[in-house]
């Protein structure tokens, strides 16, 4: 028997063409339905599997790939840069959890057991050497003076009173020879976006032409012998001199004009500063501290401490002045009315010949052993970097982009002071 399903299929004709598709409707969207209860939070583990944890724990992750861990990581196959980083990697990635250890303790590599470990931060900067950028320069021996200038690093020498510029990796340049016999560059400063320098023998002023020499803008005033420090107060250059401990301020044309004359027998009037809007000077052989009166004449603000004879080197730090001296060595804090302070005694047997002031601390640089010293902010010096390359004076400290520069003799070179800590 034959259904009429199947008589229909085996009588189906040819296949007519399709016919054109309708519009597609366009009802109403129905009305969303109720939201079903929220079900209990799933919880994601490794249970069932043989070679997982049945949670995961990261610091026991971390502990377990560590080296000498069960699941240390082969990197010895590693090479060129990666193999270059190997040490500095065993501590990339390291988490601190305990915000005591992370607020007090630092973390290091110790090769001798080659594992990291926690180490004390220092309550003061820490450096690890000199390092020498520039050499010898053309049979020069000492760089009495560093100045900045259109954001490039120079220096003033002896005994034939150059200027280098530093070239800002490996050496210097001479930018200006000697002139008019002057042998040394004692003291320079930028004043009116130009360099200027004060020499000896002559005490005279010099301006830089910015190109290849030096150009006289003063000669010797009073027979003196050394312009030991420059310093721009109120709009003006001013000079300080030796031998006799005299106040200058350059006419802004061709000469020197006395604004004060010795004091008590101060004969060197070592170093320049400004605070509050008055000029200081620190002098030689009492040891003193002077300010100007603005018009005429020194006035003494603080005498001889002790058996200090000499103030090699002033800065002014944390609004207050502080000086560096000879022959102990010390550190003095000016109070601001009447007395020198002792904030440091002599370590090591030098002497404080040059100061300068980076990341808020305050700098010493010495004689005769040419070491550098940091003040703890209490009571003492600390070394932090040895002589290096028999260099036994630190002549003169700079900032340069951050990063603190020392002139010095017998070897006219030029420190970069790194690792800071």
């Known amino acids: 028997m034959v259904t009429e399903t199947e008589d229909y299929i085996k009588d189906k004709g040819d296949t007519g063409p399709q016919g054109d598709q309708g519009d597609p409707g366009v009802g109403a969207k129905g009305d969303q339905g109720d939201q079903g209860d929220t079900g209990p939070p799933v919880t994601t583990t490794c249970a069932g599997s043989t070679d997982k944890p049945t949670e995961f ?68 900067p820490r450096f690890n050497q000199f390092f020498q950028v520039a050499l010898n320069l053309s049979s020069q021996t000492g760089i009495y003076s560093l100045a900045t200038f259109n954001k490039k690093l120079y220096a003033g020498t002896y005994p034939n009173g150059r200027l280098y510029e530093w070239n800002g990796l490996d050496k210097c340049v001479q930018k200006a020879p000697q002139l008019n016999s002057q042998t040394g560059i004692i003291s ?7 360099l200027y320098a004060g020499t000896i023998p002559n005490a005279r002023l010099f301006e830089w032409n910015d190109v290849d020499a030096w150009v006289q803008k003063a000669p010797t005033l009073n027979s003196q012998y050394t312009i030991r420090s420059l310093l721009v107060f109120n ?26 004359p010795e004091l008590n027998s101060q004969t060197d009037l070592r170093i320049l500063l400004e605070l509050n809007g008055k000029l200081y000077g620190t ?25 200090e004879i000499d103030m090699y080197s002033a800065a002014i730090y ?25 904030k440091a005694p002599q370590l ?51 900032v340069f982009k951050n990063r603190l520069y020392a002139g010095t003799y017998s070897g006219a070179r030029i420190f970069e002071v790194l690792g800071l800590a």
């Open 57 to 124: 724990n990261p610091d026991e992750h971390h502990a377990d790939h560590e080296d000498g861990a069960t699941g240390e990581i082969d990197v010895s196959a590693l090479s060129g840069l990666l193999a270059d980083e190997q040490d500095a990697g065993k501590i990339k990635g390291v988490l601190v959890n305990d915000a005591a250890k992370a607020n007090t303790f630092l973390l290091a590599y110790d090769q001798s057991s080659d594992r990291i470990v926690f180490i004390p931060q220092h309550p003061y």
């Open 188 to 194: 320079m400063a930028v004043f009116n976006d130009k």
């Open 348 to 398: 090591n047997s030098q002497e404080i010949f040059s100061l300068a002031i980076l990341d808020g601390w305050l700098f010493g640089g010495t004689q005769p052993l040419g070491t550098l010293y940091v003040w703890n902010k209490v009571d003492a010096w600390i070394q932090i970097a040895p002589q290096l390359s028999s260099q036994s004076y630190i002549l003169s400290l700079t």
């Open 318 to 342: 944390n609004g207050k002045i502080y000086a560096g001296t000879s022959p102990g060595g010390r550190l003095f804090e000016w109070n601001d009315t009447n007395a020198w302070v002792q």
């Open 235 to 260: 709009n003006k250059l001013y000079g300080s001199t030796d031998p006799g401990g005299r106040l200058f301020e350059w006419n802004d044309v061709d000469a020197w004009v006395e604004k004060a």
């Open 283 to 307: 002098t030689r052989p009492g040891g003193r501290l002077f300010e100007w009166n603005d018009v005429d004449a020194w006035i003494q603000k603080a005498p001889q401490l002790g058996s």
